[in-house]
């Protein structure tokens, strides 16, 4: 069986296009695969963060992958600091990594331009991103657009690496779910959706209330032709609006075109807002029962446990490759 792995930063909401584009492909994921499912939150600290916000980021963001249905008996759910081979492997992969490609990386010129002083991290945190996967054995990465440059320089410093030294890193595949998986703002549609961004009628938390959620779609951006119809190019507003639909119903997009032929926004919108509120109330239960709850520290205790023996594994791995150590087998 092949081993698949994701992570997420806790850095903030976990809005709606994180849910649609990754987290529901995940529970379809873990019957298939070998499943690690981590909380990246080293990453998160190349923004600074403010630390008990952070610690509540992280358990919200685990109660999160278990509600929306990650079954901890099936993927290893855990968190990336109580994994020290991380950050140990993380150097490593800096250590084969190149100053020119890691500033070509497209997030750290948009996190940097402009800015006196930045963070170190932000230029050296893909080889860190590359161990996370590489430390698991990894065939398969499920991401978004804005992180396949990020996957192919994973698959060069793996190459490398196994070029150099010994092959002992599976060079991973990216995958990129063909639904869903580029939520647009509800505001500004020629930009993802963005738990960043700075007007929270821009995006749709997981955890918003019914009454918000309805609020929020209310106030989406449109058009002023008031026929619900998809084309990105000149009705992207609405295109979003559909795609959302689409990817919380499971009905194909010509079917809900030919269910509102004839009808305006005003009833699209109020029965999108439904459908939303349908699909995250059960995933808004069980995040309330497991929050405080010492079930979710048992999931976490046992996907760290789980976690580090396999990464242990492969960190020693790569540690005798390189000649670190005492270690002679």
């Known amino acids: 069986m092949k081993t698949v792995f994701s992570g997420i930063q806790p850095s903030g909401t976990v809005t709606l296009g994180n849910y649609l584009g990754a987290m529901k492909h995940f529970v379809d994921l873990q019957e298939d695969y070998h499943s690690y499912f981590c909380i990246v939150d080293q990453h998160a600290i190349t923004q600074p963060q403010e630390r008990l916000k952070l610690r509540d980021n992280i358990r919200s963001l685990a ?46 010129k948009d996190k940097s331009s402009g800015k006196e002083a930045v963070s170190a991290s932000l230029l050296t945190y893909p080889p860190l991103m590359a161990a996370d996967i590489l430390l698991y054995g990894t065939d ?23 070029n150099k030294y010994n092959a002992i890193f599976t060079i991973p595949e990216v995958q990129i779910p063909k639904e869903g998986a580029r939520i647009m703002s509800l505001q500004e549609p020629s930009k993802k959706m963005s738990k960043s961004s700075p007007n929270p009628k821009s995006y749709i938390s997981i955890l918003d209330e019914p009454n918000t959620i309805r609020k929020k779609i209310k106030s989406a951006v449109t058009d002023t032709e008031g026929t619900v119809r998809f084309d990105k190019e000149q009705k992207p507003g609405v295109s979003n609006l559909l795609t959302i639909y689409s990817a919380c119903s499971g009905e194909s997009i010509a079917t809900i075109e030919e269910r509102y032929n004839g009808k305006g926004y005003g009833d699209f ?20 029962e497991l929050i405080q709850s010492p079930e979710l520290d048992h999931i976490l205790d046992d996907g760290a446990e789980r976690a580090n023996k396999q990464a242990v594994r492969m960190l020693h791995k790569a540690e005798r490759a390189m000649g670190l150590g005492r270690r002679t087998r």
């Not at 398969?140 to 490398?160: C, M, S, Y």
């Open 63 to 108: 109660a999160l992958y278990v509600a929306v249905g990650l079954d901890p008996k099936k993927a290893v759910l855990f968190i990336q600091s109580e994994v020290p081979a991380h950050a140990q492997l993380g150097w490593m992969m800096q250590c084969v990594s190149y100053i020119g490609e890691l500033e070509r990386m497209t997030q750290f």
């Open 269 to 288: 919108k109020a029965e999108l807002a439904e459908v939303i509120v349908h699909t995250l109330s059960p995933i808004q239960e069980r995040y309330n």
């Open 140 to 162: 398969i990465v499920p991401v978004g657009e804005d992180q396949k440059q990020h996957l192919e320089l994973t698959r060069n410093l793996a190459e490398r690496f196994n």
